[in-house]
Structure formats: C-alpha cells, structure tokens
C-alpha cells in the first residue's frame, strides 16, 4: 500500500470521526463497534487503528473537536478592552459559544456526551462533563474575581457564589436545549437569560432591550 500523505491521512481520520458521530448518535456509544464505524466510513477496521489506539482515544478525539474552553470563546473576541470589562468578556464568550453550539456538530457531539454515552471501558462520561464544569467554573471565577476587585459586583456577592451561580444556569440551560434543540434558538434565549443574570449580579447593570 502506497503511503498516504500528511493532507490525505487527515482527511482519512476526518472521515472516520464524521462515521462515529453518525454511528453513536443513532446507536449510542456502548452498543457501536469500530467494524461498524469502519464499514459506515466505507472503510476497513485497519483504518481505524492506524489512526487510533481504541474506541475510546475516537471517542476522545471527536469531542476535543468540538470543545469549547472558555478562555477560547474569550480569546477569539478578540477584545483588548475587556480587561477591564470582566462582566461584558463573560457575556460575549457565552453568546459566542452558544453560536459555537448552534452549529450541526457542535450540537451532535455534545448530545452524544450528555445523552447518548455510557460508562464503557475508558470512556466515563460522567469524569468529562464534571472536567468540562469544573473548567468553566474556574474560568468564570476569573472574571467574577475581577469584577469584584474592580467594584462591578454587588456587594452581597461573592466571585466563587456568582461562578457557580452562573455555571449551574449555562450547564441547565445545555441540557434542556439539547433535548428539544428544534424548539427554540439558544443564542437567543441564552442571551436574555445571560443578561437577566448578569444584571442581578452587576452593581450598575446596563439596559439592555430584546426584539
């Protein structure tokens, strides 16, 4: 077999991650085998093992496609103003990962982790959505620590509370659209519930008006 290049072995790999999107979301994560992945990519199980270890490193890495840190929804703001603005940082990476999460794969991976995953051999559902919390509460800590410090929260609100306050609301919010996705808009509900938060929590909290 010739050697595939560095462009055509990507390509590959795509293509089997697109397969056990397809495969474990129609068959949840336990009950698909990599023969089945394989044959779904039109491809043989050889294929899948020269590209990974297991189901669980596929596993592992379709969700790292799709991660969403959120020191990164900060980052790709691209916003040097917002050092001092903690509050404002907070609620523009939150739109910006609802729009992440709007998008096709974004919305399937997610759904598969929350909804469609068992504890199976390597794969713990449950120790990733804890690491992906816990992620998120500590960079949200972050910014409420500087909001604080900066005299943006309301006196009777301490950063760690407004952290998990606000965590708790973002990981509810997730999971109920994720079960009814077709319904409603999390962009657009996500930002009335972002702002009503933020506005309970900020000293001087900025109108706001939604059409």
Not at 63 to 91: I, M, Y
Not at 203 to 209: A, D, F, K, V
Request: aromatic share 8%; with cysteine.
């Amino acid at each position: 077999m010739a050697r595939k290049t560095k462009a055509e072995a990507a390509a590959t790999r795509e293509t089997l991650l697109d397969a056990a999107e397809d495969m474990f979301i129609a068959h949840g994560v336990a009950r698909t085998s990599l023969d089945q992945i394989a044959r779904h990519a039109g491809m043989t199980r050889g294929a899948v093992y020269w590209h990974f270890k297991n189901k669980a490193d596929l596993f592992h890495a379709m969700l790292q496609r799709v991660r969403l840190p959120f020191e990164d929804l900060v980052k790709e703001l691209d916003d040097t103003t917002l050092d001092q603005q903690p509050l404002e940082a907070v609620r523009l990476a939150c739109l910006n990962g609802f729009a992440h999460l709007e998008q096709p794969r974004y919305r399937r991976v997610h759904s598969i982790l929350l909804h469609h995953c068992e504890t199976f051999g390597d794969i713990d559902p449950l120790a990733m959505q804890n690491e992906m919390s816990a992620e998120t509460c500590g960079a949200l800590l972050k910014y409420f620590n500087m909001a604080d410090k900066l005299g943006q929260l309301r006196p009777c609100l301490a950063p760690d509370v407004a952290a998990q306050i606000m965590q708790a609301m973002l990981a509810g919010l997730f999971h109920d659209w994720l079960r009814n996705h077709e319904s409603y808009s999390i962009r657009r509900e996500g930002a009335r519930l972002i702002d009503t938060q933020l506005a309970l929590m900020q000293r001087n909290p900025p109108p706001r008006t939604y059409r």
